[in-house]
Protein backbone atom coordinates (compact mmCIF):
# COMPACT_ATOMS: atom_id res chain seq x y z
CA UNK A 1 0.00 0.00 0.00
CA UNK A 2 1.29 3.38 -0.78
CA UNK A 3 -0.34 6.35 0.93
CA UNK A 4 -0.70 9.53 -1.68
CA UNK A 5 1.87 11.90 -2.12
CA UNK A 6 -0.17 14.60 -0.26
CA UNK A 7 -1.42 12.50 2.62
CA UNK A 8 -1.37 14.49 5.67
CA UNK A 9 0.38 12.31 7.71
CA UNK A 10 2.60 14.22 9.65
CA UNK A 11 0.28 17.52 10.45
CA UNK A 12 -2.91 15.16 11.23
CA UNK A 13 -3.61 14.64 14.70
CA UNK A 14 -3.69 11.24 15.48
CA UNK A 15 -5.73 10.77 18.27
CA UNK A 16 -8.58 13.35 16.75
CA UNK A 17 -8.07 13.79 13.47
CA UNK A 18 -7.25 17.89 12.83
CA UNK A 19 -5.23 18.63 10.23
CA UNK A 20 -2.92 21.49 10.94
CA UNK A 21 -3.00 24.19 8.12
CA UNK A 22 1.09 24.46 7.51
CA UNK A 23 3.78 22.74 9.48
CA UNK A 24 7.25 23.29 8.41
CA UNK A 25 9.14 20.66 8.74
CA UNK A 26 11.63 22.36 10.88
CA UNK A 27 8.75 21.31 13.75
CA UNK A 28 9.74 18.05 15.21
CA UNK A 29 7.22 18.15 17.98
CA UNK A 30 3.72 19.73 17.86
CA UNK A 31 0.63 19.97 20.41
CA UNK A 32 -3.20 19.35 18.81
CA UNK A 33 -4.99 22.58 19.37
CA UNK A 34 -8.18 20.31 19.25
CA UNK A 35 -7.56 18.21 21.83
CA UNK A 36 -3.99 18.95 23.59
CA UNK A 37 -2.22 15.99 22.36
CA UNK A 38 1.65 16.47 22.08
CA UNK A 39 2.82 14.64 18.89
CA UNK A 40 6.50 13.68 17.98
CA UNK A 41 6.18 14.43 13.82
CA UNK A 42 7.79 10.89 12.78
CA UNK A 43 5.68 9.23 15.42
CA UNK A 44 2.41 10.51 14.78
CA UNK A 45 3.20 10.16 10.80
CA UNK A 46 3.86 7.16 11.42
CA UNK A 47 0.15 5.98 13.31
CA UNK A 48 -1.30 8.42 10.78
CA UNK A 49 -0.31 5.72 7.97
CA UNK A 50 -0.65 2.72 9.42
CA UNK A 51 -4.67 3.79 10.25
CA UNK A 52 -4.97 4.48 6.81
CA UNK A 53 -3.47 1.59 5.67
CA UNK A 54 -5.51 -0.66 8.05
CA UNK A 55 -8.13 1.33 6.38
CA UNK A 56 -7.81 0.98 3.08
CA UNK A 57 -6.99 -3.31 3.51
CA UNK A 58 -10.43 -3.64 5.63
CA UNK A 59 -12.53 -1.01 3.47
CA UNK A 60 -15.55 -1.81 2.54
CA UNK A 61 -15.85 -5.62 3.43
CA UNK A 62 -14.65 -5.27 7.37
CA UNK A 63 -16.40 -1.73 7.12
CA UNK A 64 -20.30 -3.00 5.29
CA UNK A 65 -21.13 -4.93 8.44
CA UNK A 66 -20.90 -2.36 10.53
CA UNK A 67 -22.34 0.84 7.90
CA UNK A 68 -25.55 -1.69 7.65
CA UNK A 69 -25.86 -2.31 11.26
CA UNK A 70 -26.71 1.94 11.55
CA UNK A 71 -22.86 2.97 11.56
CA UNK A 72 -21.63 6.16 10.29
CA UNK A 73 -19.24 6.46 7.19
CA UNK A 74 -16.03 8.63 8.07
CA UNK A 75 -13.29 9.63 5.90
CA UNK A 76 -10.01 9.29 7.20
CA UNK A 77 -8.70 12.05 7.95
CA UNK A 78 -12.07 13.83 8.57
CA UNK A 79 -10.58 16.86 6.39
CA UNK A 80 -8.79 14.92 3.35
CA UNK A 81 -11.21 14.05 0.88
CA UNK A 82 -9.40 11.49 -1.59
CA UNK A 83 -12.46 9.96 -2.45
CA UNK A 84 -10.87 6.56 -1.44
CA UNK A 85 -10.60 6.28 1.75
CA UNK A 86 -13.98 5.51 4.24
CA UNK A 87 -14.07 4.22 7.19
CA UNK A 88 -17.65 3.13 9.26
CA UNK A 89 -18.36 3.07 12.73
CA UNK A 90 -20.93 1.40 14.64
CA UNK A 91 -23.55 3.75 15.89
CA UNK A 92 -23.95 4.66 19.53
Known amino acids: LVAGRW ?3 S ?4 AWGRVQETLPLT ?3 WVCPECGSIHDREVNGAKNIM ?3 LAVLNGPMA ?3 KCEAGGEKKL ?3 SH ?3 KTVLCE ?3
Open 11 to 14: KSCS
Open 51 to 53: THG
Open 76 to 78: WPP
Open 81 to 83: DDG
Open 27 to 29: IRQ
Open 90 to 92: AGS
Open 63 to 65: SSA
Open 7 to 9: FPS
